[in-house]
């Protein structure tokens, strides 16, 4: 009979004990590990290259700055960015692999190849022109795997557009991006 009652004891505090880590380890997924976005900022450096061939290509340098504030480290693979102007492909950034540690900004150096010919072509070149600003937008998907607490690994995909205003009186640009991550 006392083996039975200690036998009963043990499966009750047992039992107690995992709902009390279930609860914790909850909670903890809910607020502190819940993924956030990370914050990218797309930064010109400036012109590197000017090609006439049969057709005009422009290279500018870029420096991609990303900040994780999320405990687990974000690894992706080799990726490209899309310029759009006006719905019309007009340039690619190459992304290179890396490593985004948790709670750390990385600066990541890459080119932009803008088709030049395809900006002229198209039909609001010289409407944005008079305006002295031209509108961009830029999209990448990064796929990679998320680790968290070097123990758990998750599939993830960054993504992220950024409006890149370039205002042709005073040569400035300007970038807003906006990313989430999915897993």
Known sequence: MARL???????????????????????????????????????PVGLENIQLNATLNVTLGMIISIDNPNYGSFKFTNSTAYVNYHGVNVGEVPIQADLIPAHAKVNITTSVDLMADRLIENPY?????IAGRFDLASTSSMHGKVKVLKILKLDATA????????????????????????L
């Open 125 to 129: 070149f010289m409407q944005d022109l």
């Open 5 to 43: 009652r200690s036998f009963k004891v043990c499966c009750g505090v047992t039992t107690i004990f995992i709902i009390v880590l279930v609860c914790i380890f909850t909670t903890l997924a809910l607020t502190v590990f819940k993924p956030k976005k990370p914050t990218i900022i797309a930064n």
């Open 159 to 182: 993504l992220s557009t950024c409006d890149i205003s370039i205002s042709v009186s005073s040569l400035s640009i300007e970038s807003t991006c906006k990313s989430e991550i999915k």
